[in-house]
Structures are given as structure tokens and as C-alpha cells.
Nanobody
Framework: QVQLVESGGGLVQPGGSLRLSCAAS????????MGWYRQAPGKQRELVAT???????NYADSSKGRFTISRDSAKNTVYLQMNSLKPEDTAVYYC????????????WGQGTQVTVSS
């Protein structure tokens, strides 16, 4: 069983920065892609960024140039550095671990609130 625990959310002013962390316990290895998704009130959950253990990354268009995902495989941790935050980035951010070969084997964290407001 895999558990994901996020931290680092909070309230920040527009233009500010936040760093989210997600620590995985259990059997997380190179076979899992780890990533971040977000869900704003009244909207569907959407991709923010993902990272494989090999270092390949994928970003949503809204994240490119402002957010950076990184992964420390030794610590089973994935990070999301968010810069130049905008009010539209306000959402609950969820950590995800997805098995590369078994689509039904996916795990979610409990979510962390990010609020961008002056």
C-alpha cells in the first residue's frame, strides 16, 4: 500500500512563490510516475506536472515557465516549485503516483490548499 502526504500549501500574494512537497511511503520505485494535479472550486481536477524516475517531465500549458517539478527518488519525494503565482492558481493541489504499466494502480494524497490572493 502506498501513502502520499503533501505539505507546503498556504496563502501567498500574487507574484509570490510556494514549494509543495509530497512524501511517499510504501513501495514507490521507478515503475511509478509521480505528479501534481489541482482542483479549483467548481472545476475538474487537472494536470499540473508529472515526473518519471528517469527525469522526464511533463507540464500543463498553464504551468510551463512558472512551475518546476522535481523528484528525489532516494527520498521517495516529489516537489513542485511554483513561482509567479496568479489568483487563478488557487486550488487544492493533489499529489499522484501512477503505475506505468497498470493504469488502475494509482494513488492520491489528501490534498493541500494553495490560495493566491492579495
Amino acid at each position: 500500500q502506498v501513502q502520499l502526504v503533501e505539505s507546503g500549501g498556504g496563502l501567498v500574494q500574487p507574484g509570490g512563490s510556494l514549494r509543495l512537497s509530497c512524501a511517499a511511503s510504501g513501495s514507490i520505485g521507478s515503475i511509478y510516475t509521480m505528479g501534481w494535479y489541482r482542483q479549483a472550486p467548481g472545476k475538474q481536477r487537472e494536470l499540473v506536472a508529472t515526473a518519471t524516475s528517469g527525469g522526464s517531465t511533463n507540464y500543463a500549458d498553464s504551468s510551463k515557465g512558472r512551475f518546476t517539478i522535481s523528484r528525489d527518488s532516494a527520498k521517495n519525494t516529489v516537489y513542485l516549485q511554483m513561482n509567479s503565482l496568479k489568483p487563478e492558481d488557487t486550488a487544492v493541489y493533489y499529489c499522484n503516483a501512477q503505475h506505468l504499466l497498470i493504469s488502475t494502480r494509482t494513488y492520491w494524497g489528501q490534498g493541500t490548499q494553495v490560495t493566491v490572493s492579495s
